[in-house]
T-cell receptor, first 113, second 112 residues
Framework: EAQVTQNPRYLITVTGKKLTVTCSQNMNHEYMSWYRQDPGLGLRQIYYSMNVEVTDKGDVPEGYKVSRKEKRNFPLILESPSPNQTSLYFC????????????FGSGTRLTVV | GQQVMQIPQYQHVQEGEDFTTYCNSS?????IQWYKQRPGGHPVFLIQLVKSGEVKKQKRLTFQFGEAKKNSSLHITATQTTDVGTYFC????????????FGPGTSLSVIP
C-alpha cells in the first residue's frame, strides 16, 4: 500500500531534550515536506526537500532541522525543543513540489513541557 | 505576502443540506488542490484543478476553478455525516517555483 509512515504518533518530551520524528514513504516520491498544524493557523510548512541531499526552509523553519540522505526518508529533528513547538506535525510526499497531490502521513502530536 | 484564504471558517448544516466553501488567493495560481481532513485524521488529497474555469465532479462534490485562476469553490450536495471534517484548498503559486500554500480550512459539521 502506498503510504507515508510517521513515528511516533504521540510524543511528550521536556524542554531541551533533542528528539527526532521519522518519516518514510514507499512511493519513490522525489518531494517531501514537513508541516505543523495549529488551531486557527492551518498547515504551515517547516522544511521541504526536492530530492536526496536537497533541502530548503519553508515558512516556519526556526528550531527545526531536516536531512534527506535517502529518497524514502525525511526525518525532522528538534535539537532543543521548546513549548512553542507543541503542535501536530505532518510529513507529506509528492512526485513534485507543485502540480501533484500530496500524500500525508498520519501525524505526530508533540507536546513539549 | 502571498495568501490563500477560505470562507467560512466553520459551517454547521443539517444532514441533507448543501454546503459550499470558497477559496481565494491574492495572486494567480497555477493550480488548486483540495484536501479533506477527518477529525483526528490527516489531510487526504481529493482533486486538483489546473485550467481556468475548470469544473470537476466527484459524486456529490463539485469543484470549480475561477476564470482568473484566483479563486475556487467546493460544493457538496445533500451532505451526509460522512462529510464531516475540515476541507483545505491549496494553491500552487505560478511565480514561486510551484510553492504550494494551504488555506486555513473550513470545518464542516453535519447534524443528523
Amino acid at each position: 500500500e502506498a503510504q507515508v509512515t510517521q513515528n511516533p504518533r504521540y510524543l511528550i518530551t521536556v524542554t531541551g531534550k533533542k528528539l527526532t520524528v521519522t518519516c518514510s514513504q514507499n512511493m519513490n516520491h522525489e518531494y517531501m515536506s514537513w508541516y505543523r498544524q495549529d488551531p486557527g493557523l492551518g498547515l504551515r510548512q517547516i522544511y521541504y526537500s526536492m530530492n536526496v541531499e536537497v533541502t530548503d526552509k519553508g515558512d516556519v523553519p526556526e528550531g527545526y532541522k531536516v536531512s534527506r540522505k535517502e529518497k524514502r526518508n525525511f526525518p525532522l529533528i528538534l535539537e532543543s525543543p521548546s513549548p512553542n513547538q507543541t503542535s501536530l506535525y505532518f510529513c507529506a510526499s509528492s512526485l513534485g513540489r507543485g502540480g501533484y497531490g500530496y500524500t500525508f502521513g498520519s501525524g505526530t502530536r508533540l507536546t513539549v513541557v | 505576502g502571498q495568501q490563500v484564504m477560505q470562507i467560512p471558517q466553520y459551517q454547521h448544516v443539517q444532514e441533507g443540506e448543501d454546503f459550499t466553501t470558497y477559496c481565494n488567493s491574492s495572486t494567480t495560481l497555477s493550480n488548486i488542490q483540495w484536501y479533506k481532513q477527518r477529525p483526528g485524521g490527516h489531510p487526504v488529497f481529493l482533486i486538483q484543478l489546473v485550467k481556468s474555469g475548470e469544473v470537476k465532479k466527484q459524486k456529490r462534490l463539485t469543484f470549480q476553478f475561477g476564470e482568473a485562476k484566483k479563486n475556487s469553490s467546493l460544493h457538496i450536495t445533500a451532505t451526509q455525516t460522512t462529510d464531516v471534517g475540515t476541507y483545505f484548498c491549496a494553491g500552487g503559486l505560478q511565480t514561486s517555483y510551484d510553492k504550494v500554500i494551504f488555506g486555513p480550512g473550513t470545518s464542516l459539521s453535519v447534524i443528523p
